[in-house]
Each structure stands twice: as structure tokens, then as C-alpha cells.
């Protein structure tokens, strides 16, 4: 496995559409996720999408705990043990108009978080990478972050659904000035 060089805002694949796979097992897919784990890993992130490491295909990974109420607990980007899910070919559809807000961060914008607008419960499905169909119900973090790597397979960032276009910065002054006074507005 190799780490990957991640792909930073300003690059222009983080603003196309990633292709669709079409055979699967593909043994290139799967060198590929085993990188994108290793590389995620490294970083520290909860998740990443292929286009983030310069492949232009629909290919996402995450790690969540297993227990939504873990979420609270467990510092998701300090826990190694949480099993990586990959998804290629991911489609999704919320379930509820419910929507939250809260902070969120990506590999590609380093340094920054924002506080982000997303649906509270989801439904996700995908090909795993025998190209057989993963179909899950996520809500919380879980569904928030199947949203975030969603996006960026559609060439969205999370910096295009800010809640509050004031509530976006660099980490330590949002913890500063914002968490302590707007948290989740
Ligand atoms: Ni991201």
C-alpha cells in the first residue's frame, strides 16, 4: 500500500464529476481503496473520495462507529480499529426533510471547517468491490459523512453548502469566536 498526495482546493478535479465504474472485481479498484485507507488513515480523516487523490472515478470510503451513540464518545480520528467501509457507485436519498447543521472538515481544504447543512436520515447504496450491492440505512455522522464523500464524487465541497456563509474559517479561530458563541446556530 502507498500513501496518496491529496488533492488540495484550487485543483480542478475536485470540481468534476467523477465516471462510473463499470466491471467490477477490478483489481486496480481495489489497489486503490487500500491506498485511499492507508492514505486516510494518515491524515486523520473519517473519509475520502477517489477525485480527492487525483482518480476521476466513483469511489468512496469512510469509517464511522459502529453505534450511533458511539459518536459522542469515541474520537473517530484517533480510533484506527473502526472498520472502513468502501462504496463504489454510490447513489443516496434522504428520508425525511430533516436537517441539521454542524462543523465539518475535508482533507482537500486543510486547516478549515465549516458549519454545514445536511439531512439527518439517509439512505445509501452502492457497489462493494466484488461489485456486489451495499444497502444502508445512516443517520447522524454516519449520514453526514456519506453526504460529504457523495458530494465530492459529484464535484461538490462542503464549502458549497455552508449553513452560514460567516460560519466558515480557518479551525482555530472558528473554535475561538464561533464554536463558543454560535455553536450550531
Ligand atoms: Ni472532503
Known sequence: MSILKIAKLGHPILHSKAEVIKNLP??????????MSETMLDANGIGLAAP???????????RVPKE??????VDVTKDDNIE???LINPKI????????????????????????KRFTKIEYEGLDTNGNTIKKYAEGLHARVVQHEYDHLM??????????????????????????NNEKK
Open 26 to 35: 477490478d483489481l486496480e479498484i481495489e489497489k486503490l481503496i487500500n491506498d
Open 52 to 62: 480527492q487523490v487525483h482518480v476521476n472515478k466513483q469511489v468512496m470510503i469512510f
Open 68 to 73: 450511533a451513540d458511539e459518536t459522542e464518545k
Open 84 to 86: 472502513i467501509t468502501a
Open 93 to 116: 436519498k434522504n428520508i425525511s426533510d430533516d436537517t441539521a447543521n454542524d462543523w465539518e472538515g475535508c482533507l482537500s481544504i486543510p486547516n478549515m471547517s465549516g458549519l454545514v
Open 155 to 180: 464535484g461538490i465541497l462542503y464549502i458549497n453548502r455552508l449553513a452560514d456563509i460567516r460560519a466558515f474559517g480557518f479551525t482555530n479561530e472558528i473554535e475561538n469566536y464561533w464554536k463558543k
